[in-house]
T-cell receptor, first 113, second 112 residues
């Protein structure tokens, strides 16, 4: 099993550009999450999904959109990137929500100039 | 609002020493607590998961305890090794939400 994978690993954008981050898991997990990690702020939840076709807002959802068209994939979109979105983005998944451990991907380092 | 605090922020110890990392949370109504390890520039690796009904979990040289009533968890690392050098993160799931709330982490350096 590959576990949780993320593409791309690195990306540099100019302000106003758009992009999509892809997260894939092969563990048949129902729940998937997107976090961002910033120095001094720790990891914060952006959006999450409790199953195929569902999405919900987390702690810091503004400026991001997500989609879960297939159970194994969770996409994070930035429609108009801003320098404040420079961060490391992590995807995670779990079989159930509150009782199961979350498994994390390797992260995507995004810089917005 | 649930807040998670980890003390100390950084720790340096000689190889072979036993050590304890601390995690505290403000609301005792949690479903579980998870300890992670993060190496520089890498993702998070799950170390231990403690359900709210449990008091501790063990994996190899690692032992994590949970005291919900006092809002505390500790991660005990026995016979530390240079390979244990990393940032250790504590996270809780408050209530039935599935959303992890993270502490800032403790960066551990084990010197040979």
């Amino acid at each position: 099993n590959a576990g949780v994978t993320q593409t791309p690993k690195f990306r540099v954008l100019k302000t106003g550009q758009s992009m999509t981050l892809l997260c894939a898991q092969d563990m048949n997990h129902e729940y998937m999450y997107w976090y961002r990690q910033d120095p001094g702020m720790g990891l914060r939840l952006i959006h999450y999904s409790v199953g195929e076709g569902t999405t919900a807002k987390g702690e810091v959802p503004d400026g991001y959109n997500v989609s879960r068209l297939k159970k194994q994939n969770f996409l994070l979109g930035l429609e108009s990137a801003a320098p404040s979105q420079t961060s490391v983005y992590f995807c995670a998944s779990s079989y159930l929500d509150s009782v199961d451990e979350q498994f994390f991907g390797p992260g995507t380092r995004l810089t917005v100039l | 609002k649930q807040e998670v605090t980890q003390i100390p922020a950084a720790l340096s110890v000689p190889e072979g020493e036993n050590l304890v990392l601390n995690c505290s949370f403000t609301d005792s109504a949690i479903y579980n607590l998870q300890w992670f390890r993060q190496d520089p520039g890498k993702g998070l690796t799950s170390l231990l998961l403690i359900q709210s009904s449990q008091r501790e979990q063990t994996s190899g040289r690692l032992n994590a305890s949970l005291d919900k009533s006092s809002g505390r968890s500790t991660l005990y690392i026995a016979a530390s090794q240079p390979g244990d050098s990393a940032t250790y993160l504590c996270a809780v799931i408050p209530g039935n939400t599935g959303k992890l709330i993270f502490g800032q982490g403790t960066t551990l350096q084990v010197k040979p």
